[in-house]
């Protein structure tokens, strides 16, 4: 299951590296960073109910927790880039 988790993790990274950097370039650091920064709180807040989530879902805590997973390295992978930018 971890190797599976790190899998998710990574096909995120892949996915949204790119599209994040033309973003960036489009809009700023200052406010490409204050958006990771939100995102980043908001998912940190969403792991906080997996088990709710996954009650309501029917779905196992580890799919959910995967999911969040997704989201939350699609959010991360956007910020190293973003911090040398400015």
Known sequence: ??????GVFFIAY???EVPSNLLLERFGARRW???IMF???VLAALMAYIPH???ATGLSNAYVSMACAFCSASQKQAFSP???FC
């Open 53 to 55: 989530i996954a009650q």
């Open 82 to 84: 973003a911090s040398s």
């Open 39 to 41: 995102t980043w709180g």
């Open 33 to 35: 960073i204050a958006r």
């Open 1 to 6: 299951m971890f190797g599976f988790g790190t």
């Open 14 to 16: 892949f996915f949204f």
